[in-house]
């Protein structure tokens, strides 16, 4: 793949890395060794790292457990191996998922402490800390060293895929202390590409290799429907509190908005078309080598800031001269590591890096904390606002999405207390209460929806005439084109047919048995069809008021933001932070905002509720004529 390859080539020798090989055989090692470059991370690769050689984030397990032979001199430690898979219908009824991935001891580990682990696996589900007090968990899964990428994305990316194909907002995130496997597990090697080159490829460009293929599929499968996709993706990152454009590196401090219909956004941030995997790649390699990494004590390629990209996938098409309109948020988060800055050592730009990541980290604890406690019925604000992390991510936590989240973890008894808190924090997040919607709109086109219900009122007032006493002069051409969707070429000669006193008795009853038997498939048929088409009607309106319910809680939620940030702007005017003007004009300009929320709401509730339940009401009572002819036909034989 040539412009990957021009890429990985372009970003090493901006940080200035050449490949010194003179065998073939180094020549494959070190093109392999140069690709954590890619994941930004090779600003400091001459730094000493706690992995012996940066290739550490290229290999592969077994390389791993090579590496720990050779450089102990022991055998690795063998550990049971637990079943990885999932449940297909764990996201029918859960919004949050929460998996636990243990990363392989790494050689610095092994050289400080041995091969001695502070956790035990019990199941693919439990997991025991063997400190003091020994502790045991149980989460959604648990993925010891041996889960492959491969097996990670069959088990969490692929539902995931599905998930926003069928309109839900999605979101996955890392989490776990400093050199925990959060960038090899969200991102991995990608300069092979796609995972058909890598086999440490990770989660994000198999996530997006899989959404194509099935977006290709459907767009094969339901032509008829004139499907058509959109895919639009966005790279952040969220540095010492500040958010830039990992795609427009000149861009600074962008700010977030919320908006009725986008939710929350990022102002000004690039959002760029995507059509393929490779271009997600593509967007992938550009936006790491932008990415704020250095070396600390805990890992020699450590990401400092929080990155987030972001697909919005968008599909139209139509049906029954509707046209039907869904999307979805993919939100794809690799956190910074949490680290204690005992053990970090760190100092001067480290410390304020350091100092913001686990203060917006804290947040993020304290607002899954708070929305704990909310499901257990209290009553508790949600600071999602304190920090730029939750306040991006307010969706996927406790709002319209269906999250995963991957805590990693170092099996090694020297990060004991880091692994100890990585699985408290899981556990609290596992009680996190989401609410996912499809994001489907099909009220968009009210002339379309005007047009059907016209034609149902016809078809009502051709069924009444029917019903009203004129079933003696029925024929079969009116009974076919009468009820909806009968099957045209059948002739019928029940009613009318004529029978001759001269015919054979047996054929007589023989013919009888045959009409009587048709009818019966007629009605149950047709029977079977109007109730299908109430319960299609009848779920369609459900469908519109959930979304009309949900466009409500949305915009009430709105409005009690804006409400509390004009609190906490009354308390920096107190606190003489902020001018009264500024307080005013700021005030004016929400208020602005919020009866444009209101107005939308209005219009929009009323003709949708209108006209859903207009729909409805007429498609139940041509499932009552329907019916009713065919019970008149059953009992005229
Ligand atoms: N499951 C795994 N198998 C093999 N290697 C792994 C695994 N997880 C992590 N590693 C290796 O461990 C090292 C640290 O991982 P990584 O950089 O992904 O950590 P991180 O959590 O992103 O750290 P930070 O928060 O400091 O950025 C890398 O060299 C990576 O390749």
């Not at 392999?32 to 992995?51: I, Y």
């Not at 099935?214 to 958010?243: A, G, M, V, W």
């Not at 045959?514 to 469908?543: D, P």
């Not at 602005?592 to 209108?610: G, S």
């Amino acid at each position: 793949m040539p412009f990957i390859s021009d890429t990985a080539s372009a970003i090493k020798s901006r940080f200035g890395f050449h490949n010194r090989s003179s065998s073939s055989e180094s020549v494959s090692l070190l093109s392999v060794r140069n690709t954590p470059d890619l994941l930004g991370k090779s600003a400091v690769r001459e730094n000493p790292g706690h992995f012996t050689a940066s290739a550490s984030a290229i290999r592969s397990i077994s390389e791993w457990d090579e590496d720990l032979t050779e450089s102990t001199g022991a055998a690795p430690q063998s550990s049971q191996s637990f079943e990885f898979h999932e449940d297909p219908s764990f996201w029918k009824d859960h919004n949050v998922q929460v998996i636990i991935r243990i990363r392989p001891l790494s050689s610095s580990e092994i050289s400080v402490q041995g091969n001695s682990k502070c956790i035990k696996q019990e199941s693919c589900q439990t997991i025991t800390w063997t400190g003091h007090p020994e502790s045991r968990f149980t989460f959604d899964l648990v993925a010891d060293e041996h889960v492959s990428q491969e097996n990670l994305f069959k088990v969490a990316g692929l539902p995931m895929v599905e998930n926003c194909m069928g309109g839900y907002n999605s979101c996955m995130f890392a989490y776990g202390q400093t050199g925990s496997g959060k960038t090899h597990t969200m991102l991995g090697d990608i300069e092979g590409g796609t995972r058909r080159h890598s086999v440490n490829c990770g989660m994000t460009p198999r996530v997006f290799e899989h959404l194509f293929t099935r977006i290709q599929k459907e767009k094969d499968i339901r032509k008829d429907e004139k499907l058509r996709f959109t895919c639009k993706c966005s790279f952040l990152e969220i540095y010492n509190e500040q958010i830039l454009d990992l795609l427009d590196p000149s861009s600074t401090n962008l700010q977030i908005r919320e908006d009725m219909k986008k939710g929350v956004y990022v102002e000004n941030l690039k959002e760029m078309e995507v059509t393929s995997a490779r271009d997600v790649i593509q967007l992938l390699i550009q936006g790491a080598a932008n990415r704020k990494v250095a070396a600390t004590n805990m890992n020699h390629a450590s990401s400092r800031s929080h990155s987030v990209f972001t697909c919005i996938i968008e599909s139209k098409w139509e049906s029954q001269a509707v046209t039907h309109h869904r999307f979805a948020r993919l939100n794809l988060v690799d956190l910074a590591g949490s680290e204690r800055q005992k053990s970090s050592g760190a100092e001067g730009e480290r410390l304020k890096e350091a100092t913001n990541i686990n203060k917006s980290l804290s947040t993020l604890g304290l607002v899954i904390m708070n929305l704990v406690n909310i499901s257990n019925g209290k009553s508790l604000h949600v600071p999602y606002r304190d920090s730029k992390l939750t306040f991006l991510l307010q969706d996927s936590l406790g709002g319209n999405a269906k999250t995963t989240i991957i805590a990693n973890i170092s099996p090694s008894n020297c990060c004991s207390l880091e692994t100890l808190s990585t699985l408290k924090f899981a556990q609290r997040a596992k009680f996190i209460k989401n609410n996912a919607v499809v994001n489907e709109d099909a009220s968009g086109d009210v002339v379309a929806m005007r047009l059907q219900i016209q034609q149902l009122k016809k078809e009502v007032s051709r069924l009444r005439g029917l019903v009203n006493g004129r079933t003696e002069n029925l024929d079969n051409d009116s009974l076919a084109s009468s009820v909806p969707a009968s099957p045209g070429p059948l002739k019928w000669e029940g009613l009318h047919g004529s029978f001759s006193p001269l015919a054979s008795d047996k054929r007589m009853s023989q013919k009888k048995d045959y009409e009587v038997a048709l009818v019966g498939a007629f009605k149950r048929e047709r029977e079977n069809e109007a109730a299908l088409q109430a319960l299609t009607a009848e779920s369609q309106a459900a469908m519109q008021l959930a979304k009309q319910r949900e466009d409500e809680i949305q915009s009430l939620k709105m409005r009690l933001r804006f409400r509390e940030a004009g609190i906490k702007r009354l308390e920096a005017v107190a606190s003489g932070k902020m001018s009264a003007e500024a307080h005013l004009s700021q005030e004016k300009e929400e208020y602005l905002k919020e009866i444009e929320v209101l107005r939308a709401q209005v219009n929009r509730n009323q003709e949708v509720t209108r006209f859903a339940l207009e729909n409805l009401r007429l498609k139940e009572e041509i499932r009552r004529h329907a019916y009713l002819i065919f019970k008149i036909l059953h009992f005229a034989l």
